[in-house]
């Protein structure tokens, strides 16, 4: 995934700015950095590897030497950002958040403009932002090149770009990501997550819509092309990527995922001892489904997170597993012959969960039974890099389905993503038995839905139906 953050002023802004991009720290592990103007150093930057210590970290010495009114921080899970570019449009820092699934499309057709080469990074791929700034350059004006790359980029892409103009921010033509607006005397900040300036002194302001283009000055936030009336906002925001202090469109994450835990419990028939989340992520799913079923909530194992603060960190999937193991630490007594029924936010491999459980069952737990705040994951995302799954394959449902298919079933995926279909209650089966659970039942995506409350039509629901 990613996250950004920009801000305009009249003073400095390297503070803000600073701890505006440090807030975005749970979207990404790889790469951070900052840019910033200054109407007589001008542009400045830093970028860092952030894989194995945090932001402040890495950026504590940068902000003692920037300067600047201006400047545009990001943290990526991949390409380093924010990039400096000298164009026919002038000096200007951009950053970007989404996915190009037609990255060799649009490199050809550059090459055949006469664009003479892209810096490959590590492992051959080329830098996403430095290839959404070669299709901004194309044309005239930047307001111009910014609707061109999202008329033609397949997947997402929101943009944030720096002159000593003001800063030009371009949520996604669909608003599958959020940009947050937030004002204060003498100030302006755009941000993917709404909470991230509230401790800087800023009040929110309001929320960019779908495909909107506006110009971030001190004074304020002036749209330059209107919002669009489609939107598609990525559900797993909720669920699971946005921080518990945030919102978009309005909606708070930590009160959908009350929503959430309450309609799983309102349609459950088991009697465990106490319900339990997976931390971080799984802790308000379940908090609303004790709330509204009764049973007690508690915290049977506690991640250790001084040393080991991020689960999806490192990228390589053995490391991934044992840190998955080594994070969780037991609550023996309230584990002890216990029935626990323990909600994560979603399963994508089953690996981690698998462990988790055998971990509660050889600490003594009775009973695990296992309830994700989502639907099955049937499909990877085609929109957003935020998948944990480099292949559909996977996925653990695909996976049981591929198995069912070498058995000489023929699949139709439509029956397994109806949970009242006997498919989908034999892939559940499945599923449950292969992660050795006690019983498995899954968020239905209609309940999802209502535990966001918006129109349904709004939302994505990609990864679990299919529609696009």
């Known amino acids: 995934m990613g996250g950004f953050f920009g801000v305009a002023a009249k003073e400095s802004c390297v503070f803000d700015l600073f701890f505006g991009t440090d807030y975005h720290s749970h979207l990404g592990t790889r790469r951070a950095g900052m840019a910033v103007y200054d109407r007589e150093k001008g542009y400045d930057r830093a970028i860092h590897n952030i894989e194995n210590a945090p932001f402040r970290t890495k950026f504590d010495k940068d902000i003692n030497n920037m300067s ?22 002038g000096t200007y820092a951009i950053a970007t958040v989404g996915k190009i699934n037609n990255t060799e499309a ?23 932002t430095e290839l959404v700034a070669s299709i901004v350059n194309q044309k005239d004006n930047l307001v ?3 609707r061109y790359a999202q008329e033609i980029i397949e997947g997402s892409m929101t ?41 800087l002194g800023y009040k929110a302001d309001r929320e960019l819509g779908p495909g909107e283009v506006a110009v971030v000055t001190p004074e304020g936030v002036h749209t330059l092309v209107q919002p669009g009336k489609k939107m598609k906002i990525c559900t797993f925001l909720w669920v699971y990527y946005g921080y518990p202090s945030s919102s978009y469109e309005g909606i708070s994450v930590e009160q959908m995922r009350y929503n959430c835990g309450a309609r799983l419990a309102e349609r459950d028939h088991v009697q465990p001892d106490i319900v339990a989340g997976v931390p971080d992520s799984g802790t308000a799913h379940a908090i609303g489904y004790a709330n509204r079923s009764g049973v007690p909530f508690s915290r049977p194992f506690i991640k250790y997170t001084p040393t080991w603060p991020r689960s999806f960190m490192p990228t390589i999937q053995t490391k991934r597993n044992l840190i998955a193991k080594m994070k969780l630490i037991p609550v023996q007594e309230l584990i002890e012959n216990r029935s626990l029924l323990l909600i994560d936010d ?17 600490s003594g737990a009775r009973e695990v039974h ?25 996925l653990i449902a695909r996976r049981i389905l591929k198995e069912m298919e070498q058995e000489g079933r023929q699949i139709d ?12 209650a034999e892939m559940l089966e499945r ?30 629901t990609y990864c679990w139906d299919g529609r696009e």
């Open 346 to 362: 979603s399963i994508v491999r089953g690996t981690q969960l698998r462990e988790t459980t055998e971990f509660l069952y050889q």
């Open 431 to 460: 599923i449950g038995k292969q992660l050795n659970f006690t019983t498995l039942r899954y968020h239905r995506l209609d309940d999802l839905i209502a535990s966001v409350g918006i129109d349904s039509e709004k939302l994505c």
């Open 68 to 89: 600047g009114t201006m400047g545009i921080g990001c943290i990526s899970d991949y390409e380093p950002q924010p990039l400096i570019v000298r164009s026919h449009h």
């Open 370 to 394: 296992v309830r994700p705040a989502c639907p099955p994951l049937l499909y990877g995302c085609k929109y957003l890099n935020f998948s944990r799954s480099s292949s559909e394959m996977d």
């Open 413 to 424: 995926l439509k029956l397994y993503v109806d949970p009242d279909t006997p498919e989908y």
């Open 144 to 146: 111009e090149g910014i």
């Open 106 to 128: 649009l490199t050809k057709e550059l090459f055949s403009k006469g664009l003479s080469h892209f810096l490959e990074m590590s492992g051959g791929d080329i830098n996403a």
């Open 159 to 199: 943009i944030l770009i720096m002159t000593p103009k003001g800063l030009y921010a371009a949520r996604d033509r669909l608003g599958r990501t959020p940009v947050s607006v937030g004002r204060k005397e003498g100030a302006c900040c755009v941000s993917f997550e709404s909470f991230a300036y509230l401790n």
